[in-house]
């Protein structure tokens, strides 16, 4: 059974009690959504304002 890379963090986070490990991803995944969103957008240059 072929587990996702999300499923895998889980799972090690659950097992090994590495929960301080969930902010750092779930930041990591909002940097990533808005770099895919200001590539993609007309806002560009606004939200490159804001590095």
């Known amino acids: ?6 499923g895998d963090l889980w799972d090690f ?3 090994n009690k590495k929960w301080w490990l969930l ?7 909002l940097v ?3 770099i895919v969103f200001a590539h993609s957008s007309a806002l560009s240059p606004f939200v490159y304002a804001l590095f």
């Open 1 to 6: 059974m072929a587990k996702t890379l999300f």
């Open 13 to 15: 986070m659950k097992i």
């Open 23 to 29: 902010p750092i991803l779930i930041m990591l995944l």
């Open 32 to 34: 990533g959504v808005l």
